[in-house]
């Protein structure tokens, strides 16, 4: 995995990141996109770090927050291991 540095932070984050919005399905809108629950989450948050990419994005306004529930479940004993970028355009 190719990684770049944050601005002058010094922090080193992926090329890739990986998108939560699939990540539980709450109403319509998001149900056409997908309606992963934490199991599949778990597996998918799992591949991604075997992969290198450990930046992952969130917003509270996808699934009505259920997407974030489902990504802490995900990450559950990870958090040390992963960068999670909130998207603040929506709020």
Do not use: H
Request: proline share 2%; glycine share 12%.
């Amino acid at each position: 995995m190719e990684y770049r540095f944050l601005g002058g932070s010094g922090l080193q984050v992926p090329v890739l990141t990986f998108g939560t919005a699939t990540f539980g399905g709450s109403n319509e809108f998001f149900k056409a996109w997908g309606s992963t629950q934490a199991e599949e989450a778990t597996r998918l948050v799992n591949l991604c770090l075997d992969a290198g990419v450990n930046l992952f994005d969130t917003a509270d306004i996808y699934s009505d927050g259920l997407s974030e529930e489902i990504l802490g479940k995900a990450i559950s004993g990870k958090r040390d291991k992963v960068l999670i970028s909130k998207n603040p355009l929506f709020r």
